[in-house]
Structures are given as C-alpha cells and as structure tokens.
C-alpha cells in the first residue's frame, strides 16, 4: 500500500500525505484500480482551511482501524476543493439533491465509472448526535455493493440522469432592465436585517457582492435606501467580531446575526472583494471607517497572504494551539481579561475591555471574547492615542501565539479578485504600494498560470504551476484583475491579456443563447457538465465573466464581446427578482449595463497638473461599472484614446455611453459633474 499524495502541491492533499489511508488524488488510474478491483470510490472532498475537514481527518483517516477497512474494500480518492472545483461542484449537486444539505468534508461513494450511489458530509468514528459512525457506514456500503449490486447501479444511474438533465436554459431572454433591478431591490429590503445590518438569519455571510449592488443601483437612481443598506451593513461588520480588529481582514462569515463570532478562518476571496467594496463605500460617502477598513484590509492580504513570488496565498486556518498543545477554533484572536491585564496592566486593560467589548463571561468559548467596536460604548473620549498604544501592545502579544496555517496556494481567479481590490484601493486612497503589489501579482498569473496560447492553469505552489486546467471563474476573474490594472495603471497590456482570456471564455465556455459552463468545452468530461450562475462565496465564473466581457466591450467597441455579456445577462433578468441574495453580482452588473457603461478617456501629459486632477476626478467615478482609459493624445495603449486630441492645448476628458460622446471637457469638476 502507498498514499499517492506526496507529490502534489495542493496543501490540503499534503496534510494527507502520512495518512495509513492509501490515498489517491484524483485521475483516471484511481478509477481503474477500482474497476480492477472490482470496488467501490471513496470520494473525500475538503479544503486546507475546513475544520470539521481536520477532525474527520484526525479522528478516522489517522485511525489505523478504520484506515484498514477502506484499503480492503475501496479506492479512496482525495481532492482539494479549491483546486478541482469542477469536480466539487458536480458531487456537491447530487448531495444536496439526495440530502437537502451539503458542506465539507463531503463523502461519496461512487461506481468505477464514477457515478455517485451514497452521500453524506463529516462522519464520526461511532454513532452520536443521530449520526451513523464511519466505520458503520463503510460495512454498509461494503455489504450494498457485494450483495444488492443491481441496486446501487439503478440508484447510481437515475443520479446520473437527473444530473444530466438540470442544463440551464438561462440565456438569450433578453438582459435585466429596471425594472427587474427595481424588484430585487423590494426583495433585498424584505430581507434585510435592520437591526444589525446584512441578510437573513444566522449563519451571517458578508454579502459583498449584493452590497456592490447596492451602491451601484444608489448611483445610477439616487436610491437611499439601497445606499444606506450598504453603508450600515459595512458598519456593523467592521464593529463585529468577523472583522479582526487588531490586524484588519474578515473571518468567513459570522455564527450569529450580530456578526459577534466569526467562523475564523480568513479566505482570500472574502477579504479581496470586502478590500474592494469598502473602497467604492469610500467613494461614494468619504466614510472614515470604509477608508480605515479597506486600507487594513489590503495591508492584512499584503502582510500575511502574500507569497515569496508575489502572489497571494488562498487562506488562513480556523485553528491554531491555544498554548496548551491543543488545536482549538480562534486561540489566534480571542482574549479574556486576565490575558489583557497581563499585557497592558490593570488601567488599560479596563479601557481596552470597554473598548473591545471583552466581558467577564465571554462571547466566545471559556470565557474568551472575540474584539469588537461596539457602538454602545463611547471610548471616544478616551485618548486616541492611549487606545492605538493598546492595539499596538496587544497585536505585539498576539504575533507571540502560535499563528494559524497558511495554505499557501495560490488560486487564479483569487489572484484575479486580490489584483483588483489593491489596484483600486491603492489608486483610490493614494497607496502606490498596493498598485505595486497588484502588478507583481498580476505578472505572476502571466509568468506561471498563463501558457502562450493565454489558456489558464487553476494553481500554482512555490512558483510551479499545477496540473489542473482553469475554469470560467479563472479566466473572468482574473481579466477583471487586469482590467482593474489597465485602468489605475495606464498600461494597454493588461487591457490586452485580458481580451486574450475573454476572447477564450466566448470560443470554449459558451452555450447557446448566451448560458456559459463551469469548464471549457474540451475539459475533463464528469458525469455533467457543471454550470452554476448563482453567486456564492464569490461571483459565480458566469456573472463574473459577464462583467469583464461587458467592461472589455467598453474599452474597445468589440460587438461579439458586448453580445456575449449581454447573452449570460439573461440568467439575471430570471434570476434577479426572484433571489437577489444569490446574485449580486450579476446585479451589479446589470446596472453597469443599464448605465452605459460610461467610457471615459482622459488625454494629456502624464506630469502635467491638469492630466493628473482629471484622471483623478475619473478614478472617482461613481458611475456603475465606468470604464477608464488615460495617456498621451492618440496613444497606441488604449482604443479610447484614438482621434482623442487636446483641447487648445489642454489636458481633457473625454466620456461617451450608449454610442453616444458629450463634448471634451478640460475642468475636473465638469467631469465630475457627468460622471
């Protein structure tokens, strides 16, 4: 027997690696050693950063016993979610439809040919809450495959067939006009929660993507209601325990409506489009705290996520040693008050708790607290200074605990999100650093991910690429990376790989009608083809991909791209009324169509005064989804700035939307005016 996973370069397989399981990662060679076996797959699904992934793996992977009974009777297969995300995708669809729930671990069982006959999430290793223990669930499925075959075949066949027939039709009805956007906006009031901010009940996730939304639709209407839904929702999970008060960055999502406790890990994806949404609060409101938190924000993603090549890691754990040799959710953040007594003395350490809302009971776990910025304690009266001094002290003690894991691979179209966010943060807040940051990462992608023929591999490791090919949200969400960096940066190259990315989501991900799939047309082919528009964690590869096509169509006047845009659109216009929640994104998108988008070019000398107000004035556009192109007059860089010439001499601004251009402007507050 031999575990096969010491090669690969996913950390969540590496974790794996000494386990007595003889593991496989997964190919073609697992599922014939079971069709040669005549055996069943063991398909377990996680992620690096999963803690119910760590104990299933502790309790029963470890387990010499149980490591036994799955190498007798099964070939066991593990993969990285966040590396095969088609795979996770398709088995995730079938769990939910046979249980009406899914999550990770994810644990299936399927036949040789890869069809799924028996489902579930985290086992434990004996019964208990109401769950069958994974060695019991072993014998059974052991006993179902040698005695009642026929049957698992029939069960694993009208799987596969209701699978097959869930192809989505979404496209080509037409793109969302107001009024579908006016709709999700009464369903988002309606769920909306108004006494802490964001929506529904707990578990709370930031909802970044419908937030962004928001602060488009209050843009392009003059919405209040839409502007003041995402200003307090930023406020209360900034003042919540997700957010981490003394290094900046967001955990997961919150375990209760009040955004207290945090599921702790930290996901690059989250923090990148949250680094991104508090920098557009920031332009729409001048908000202080939008500006601190997206500044903090991107300072946490370059300091802790940031690889030795540039890139930026996937994510942060959950657990780390609570200093006593026990892994344990949270030891990393949370504090009692005899931890702050001991590092800041009794006086500031009553100020810090009433700063920090830290009580005697705890919010958490062992009467530990998560930090916080409760709005019903008024320490603002207190020193400003005295409380940054405490901070200070504190994340000084904090960097002396063991820190949590770090899965250090770097995802694509994460990069892509990261690339975006510290490219606008830093252009908009005046941080050249961040844009500095962005490029580098943004050279990687090309450098390691990118092949000469622009086709996109989904992760690298230490600077080595591996072996699984990109999928739409690969190519979508690193094109907006790039597109974000044309922008900020003046550079036409970014502008150009981005079409080289687009031009392959429209030729290998596009159905008829405008419906767009997971993964390309010459990919791996599962037992379907996934295809999933709704925006989850992040945006989903299809609204994502209608977002850079539509932005690239801006930029260069490209009929086929805008098409394209405009075809996956249609999956808003269905979807946007009826579960707004579920696709932010693609409304945020929608509005940036119903508003032009705008283009803008601003044309002059990079050193000159009247270039500088005026690019800067465009940067700040609140204009959904505007487009911005800036440098010389009739520079080769940008479409936008072709037959574009200085007015009398002057530096000047040009902006056109719907085929249609206004006259040149050469004053920064007549640009701000139409934008």
């Not at 981490?244 to 207290?260: E, N, S």
């Amino acid at each position: 027997m031999a575990n096969r996973l010491a090669h690969e370069t996913s950390p969540y397989l590496l974790q794996h690696a000494d386990n007595p399981v003889d593991w496989w990662p997964w190919s073609a060679e697992a599922f014939e050693e079971a069709r040669r076996r005549d055996v069943p797959v063991l398909l377990s699904v996680g992620y690096s950063s999963c803690h119910w992934c760590h104990v299933m793996a502790h309790e029963s992977f470890e387990d010499d016993g149980i490591a036994a009974l799955v190498n007798e009777h099964f070939v066991a297969v593990k993969v990285d979610r966040e590396e095969r995300p088609d795979v996770d995708a398709v088995y995730m669809e079938a769990v939910q439809a046979a249980t009406g729930q899914g999550g990770w671990p994810m644990t299936v069982f399927l036949t040789p040919d890869a069809a799924p006959f028996y489902f579930g999430t985290y086992f434990p290793p004996e019964p208990r809450h109401g769950m069958p223990s994974f060695p019991d669930v072993l014998e059974g499925v052991r006993d179902a495959w040698a005695d009642r075959r026929e049957e698992v075949g029939e069960v694993a066949d009208r799987i596969v067939k209701d699978l097959a027939g869930r192809s989505l039709a979404y496209g080509g009805d037409g793109v969302p006009g107001q009024e579908e956007l006016a709709q999700a906006l009464l369903g988002l009031v309606r769920e909306y929660d108004a006494t802490h901010g964001g929506f529904g009940g707990a578990p709370k996730f930031p909802p970044s993507m419908t937030l962004e939304f928001l602060l488009r639709h209050h843009a392009r209407t003059g919405s209040e209601g839409a502007l003041q839904m995402a200003a307090d929702t930023c406020e209360a999970m900034a003042r919540g325990g997700i957010y981490d008060q003394l290094g900046g960055g967001f955990a997961r999502y919150a375990v209760d409506r009040a955004w207290v406790v945090p599921h702790f890990e930290k996901m690059l994806y989250d923090n990148a489009l949250l680094c991104r949404l508090y920098a557009h609060l920031w332009k729409a409101t001048g908000s202080d705290l939008a500006r601190r938190v997206a500044l903090e924000t991107a300072d946490f993603m370059v300091r802790e996520l940031r690889t030795p090549e540039g890139g930026f890691a996937s994510a942060l754990d959950a657990d780390s040693d609570d200093g006593t040799g026990k892994h344990v959710e949270g030891a990393y953040y949370v504090w009692t008050p005899e931890q702050l007594t001991a590092v800041l003395g009794a006086e500031d350490a009553a100020l810090a708790a009433a700063h920090y809302g830290v009580t005697e009971g705890g919010t958490f776990e062992h009467g530990s607290s998560v930090l916080q910025l409760p709005r019903s304690v008024d320490t603002a009266v207190a020193d400003a200074d005295r409380i940054a001094s405490i901070a200070a002290r504190l994340l000084a003690a904090r960097e002396e605990r063991e820190r949590p894991g770090r899965d250090d691979k770097v995802v694509a179209a994460w990069n892509g999100l990261a690339v975006a966010a510290l490219a606008e943060t830093g252009a908009l807040l005046g941080r050249p650093d961040l844009i500095e940051r962005a490029t580098e990462a943004a050279d990687l992608l090309v450098r390691v991910h990118m092949d000469e023929t622009a086709r996109l591999t989904r992760t690298s490791k230490d600077g080595r690429a591996g072996t699984n090919d990109g999928v739409l949200e690969d190519y979508a969400d690193v094109a907006e990376g790039f597109l974000a960096l044309a922008a900020v940066t003046g550079e036409g190259a970014w502008l150009d790989f981005a079409g080289f990315l687009l031009d392959l989501v429209v030729d290998r991900f596009t159905a008829e009608g405008g419906a767009l799939y997971d993964t390309a047309h010459d990919a791996e082919t599962l037992i379907r083809r996934p295809q999933d528009p709704t925006d989850n964690a992040a945006p989903s590869g299809w609204t994502a991909a209608a977002g850079a096509l539509l932005s690239y169509a801006a930029h260069t006047g490209s009929e086929a791209h805008r098409a394209a845009a405009e075809g996956a659109l249609g999956v808003v216009k269905a979807l946007g009324p009826r579960a707004p929640r579920f696709i932010g994104w693609g409304l945020a998108v929608a509005e940036a169509l119903l508003d032009g988008p705008r283009e803008i070019a601003v044309v002059g000398a990079p050193d000159e005064t009247a270039f500088q107000e005026l690019r800067r004035t465009a940067l700040l556009a609140t204009a959904p989804g505007a487009v911005l192109a800036t440098g010389a007059p009739d520079s080769e860089e940008f479409p936008l700035l072709k037959d574009r010439p200085l007015v009398a001499g002057r530096a000047a601004a040009y902006v056109c939307r719907h085929f249609v251009c206004e006259a040149p402007v050469t004053d920064p507050a007549e640009l701000a005016a139409r934008l």
